[in-house]
């Protein structure tokens, strides 16, 4: 057994944290040293976690038409993708999409819009949408609707939303290469403003913008500075018509690398694959929760298809693995 990758797991297990220098260890990890690492990463998710994983599932309140120029982002209305802004989705269509979440085994399910922050008018119509949410039951309410203020987080806290997504995307020092509009320090702002409303953090990233594995490294630092309780892992899908569209899909065996990186440096928060981890990972789905993964997106993503959530379900089962909802009554 990989003697530093040991010594660094076991302060994990111990209780401590791994510092910077020690995730950069990690970082250069490859080769056979690479199963070493998964195998960690599997014992600390074990000690935390056990066999229980989570399922996450989200629905579009609308799309397109994004006024923000994210590079790697088919809903910004300043590329030329196949993505049109569109109407608002009704209750009644968010509803049937939270009873299929629920049919899926999810226990989140968040309504998520583009845009640089929510409208006065789009934060009120909200209220309706997350009351009748909130009758279906068994699902804890999430939002992802961009930056906000501590008064717009405690606005949807008083909704119901329990967890709100702002993913950070990538490290502070990488951010300007692929957003320009607003600043990560926004980012950072809107995460404090939802913990002080009282809502969970969840939030992460997408890999193989072009970023370092220090870029990797140091985003996982921030997020576990800010307290983020889940960690979405996206994974670069190049959409024709973005500034990214022409980038090769991320080797599978570095998507693993990232997740047990990520369960080592935060081994607390649920770690979830989401976006992109069909076309990354190919083959090898089943291997993100030996790496450390917690949590997985189910269902279609925004601009993107998912697989058939019963091949998810399948996958669970087959590892022994359990659903875990804390919302089931
Ligand atoms: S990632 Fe969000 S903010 Fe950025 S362009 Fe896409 S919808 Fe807009």
Redesign the pocket.
Known sequence: MDPVISQLAGLVLAGEAIDREGAMQLADVTGERLYDLFYWANRVRMARFGLSVTFCSIAAGRVGG?????K??A??ARHQTHIQAGPAATDAQLVAAAREAVRAGAGSFGIVN???SPSAKELAGLADSYRELAAVGSLRLCASL?CLTLDQARRLCAMGVRRYNHNLETSRRFYPSI?STHAFDDRVNTLRNVKAAGMDICSGGIFNLGETWADRVDMAITLRELGAVMVPLNFLHPIPGTPLADRPAMPAMDVLKVVAIYRLLLPGAEIKLAGGRELNLRDLQSWMFYCGATSAMVGNYLTTCGRPTEQDQAMVRDLGLTLRNEHQP
């Open positions: 994004c006024s923000e120029d994210c790697f982002c809903q910004s583009p845009g640089r961009g957003v």
